[in-house]
């Protein structure tokens, strides 16, 4: 045997064998599959619980909004003797109402938000739920008007 043969032959065996062992670790397409499976199911068990906690956090964030209308409502009542009247009662919260000198605003230090499903609150004085007060109307998730999902000042604190 000639050893300049050999010795090439040792060269190239661990090259051989390194060869195979990294096509013996390589994953097959049906173990990946497998994975992007298991991946799929568990999120479709994650998400739906996630899902539930945003929809609570805008109701709470709904129910936050009234509240801090109500407190800068009664601010209002309290310098000018009423509640704003007309559709647009909380912009009267921010800008001067024409008919009124001892208004003392900007009752709120921003501008009023939409409800967190992107629709304006909708505010009635006097109210239909509250005929002595006023009512603040979040439509809620559904979007619409007199369903039981409506988020109302009523509801949150009596008055």
């Not at 090259?15 to 390589?26: E, T, Y």
């Not at 647009?88 to 109402?97: A, E, F, N, S």
């Not at 629709?119 to 006023?134: D, K, L, Q, V």
Request: a neutral charge; glycine letters at 8%.
């Amino acid at each position: 045997m000639n050893p300049k043969s050999s010795k090439n032959n040792s060269c190239l065996s661990p090259l051989r064998s390194r060869h195979r062992r990294s096509g013996q670790g390589a994953f097959t397409l049906v173990e990946l599959l497998l994975v992007l499976v298991i991946l799929g199911i568990l999120a479709a068990i994650v998400v739906p619980k996630f899902s539930g906690k945003t929809e609570m956090a805008q109701i709470t964030a709904a129910h936050t909004n009234i509240a801090s209308f109500s407190t800068a409502l009664s601010q209002f009542e309290i310098d000018t003797g009423r509640y704003p009247r007309g559709s647009d009662g909380l912009q009267q919260l921010i800008v001067r109402p024409a008919d009124l000198a001892s208004w003392r605003g900007p009752y709120l230090d921003r501008d009023i938000p939409n409800d967190p499903w992107g629709n304006a609150y909708i505010y009635e004085y006097p109210g239909t739920i509250n005929p002595s007060g006023y009512d603040i109307i979040s439509m809620g998730p559904d979007k619409q008007l007199g369903t039981a999902d409506d988020i109302v000042n009523a509801g949150i604190t009596a008055k």
